[in-house]
């Protein structure tokens, strides 16, 4: 496809469950961000990628939160051991090259949901 | 710590009315403000952008108003129209970085 895709759509977990959330970025786009958001509120940075290297992991909210990205293309968000207060949408975007007034595209977004 | 406050938080605007949206940022070395439209379900699309040497920008019924003295900067949506109704962001990038600040969101309804 053209755009960003994100796989699951839609996750509901059990709290203490380890989920793996998925990004395929725009064929071509080096720059791969991953935003949160929590019902009503904003989009809260988690982590950005340059190519496979993650120069700033300062968004990812404790250490349960891990990302890596392969091939300079996918990403996966881990989150282990999730809780209640992870439930939110994440969503993926990707860019050419990360650089300031480059445009984001993003993602549908995963909907997860601990219970 | 870099912010970027947004308001209203929800707007409800008559079909032809503008809609008013306005942010607000507290640092001085951002240098790219994007709006994004979001629909339910939907990830966030571009709709319009600035740069802080240019104090106004329009593009169709979308215009971008930039007060770099007051560090503030809105968004104007002008024949506001039902299939406007979405939420909106505003967002700052620092200079010579990558990280998208976003506001908090504004919901916007276009009584038909």
């Known amino acids: 496809g053209a755009g960003v895709s994100q796989s699951p759509s839609n996750k509901v977990t059990e709290k203490g469950k380890d989920v793996e959330l998925r990004c395929d970025p725009i064929?071509?786009?080096?720059?791969l961000y991953w935003y949160r958001q929590s019902l009503g509120q904003g989009l809260e940075f988690l982590i950005y990628?340059?190519?496979?290297?993650?120069?700033?992991k300062s968004g990812l909210p404790s250490d349960r939160f891990s990302a890596e990205r392969t091939g300079g293309s996918v990403s996966t968000l881990t989150i282990q051991r999730t809780q209640q207060e992870d439930s939110a949408v994440y969503l993926c975007?990707?860019?050419?090259?990360?650089?300031?007034?480059?445009?984001?595209?993003f993602g549908q977004g995963t909907r997860l949901t601990v219970v | 710590q870099q912010q970027v406050k947004q308001s209203p938080q929800s707007l409800i605007v008559q079909k032809g009315g503008i809609s008013i949206i306005n942010c607000a940022y507290e640092?001085?070395?951002?240098?790219?403000f994007p709006w994004y439209q979001q629909f339910p379900g939907k990830g966030p699309a571009l709709l319009i952008a600035?740069?802080?040497?240019?104090s106004e920008k329009k593009e169709g019924r979308f215009t971008i108003s930039f007060n770099k003295s007051a560090k503030q900067f809105s968004l104007h949506i002008m024949d506001s129209q039902p299939g406007d109704s979405a939420t909106y962001f505003c967002?700052?990038?620092?200079?010579?970085?990558?990280?998208?600040?976003f506001g908090t969101g504004t919901r916007l309804k276009v009584l038909a």
């Open positions: 967002a700052a990038i620092p200079k010579g970085t990558y990280k998208y600040i």
């Open positions: 064929s071509g786009h080096t720059a």
């Open positions: 600035i740069r802080p040497d240019v």
């Open positions: 990628f340059q190519g496979n290297s993650a120069p700033d």
């Open positions: 975007a990707s860019s050419y090259q990360g650089f300031p007034n480059t445009e984001a595209f």
């Open positions: 640092n001085t070395a951002f240098d790219y």
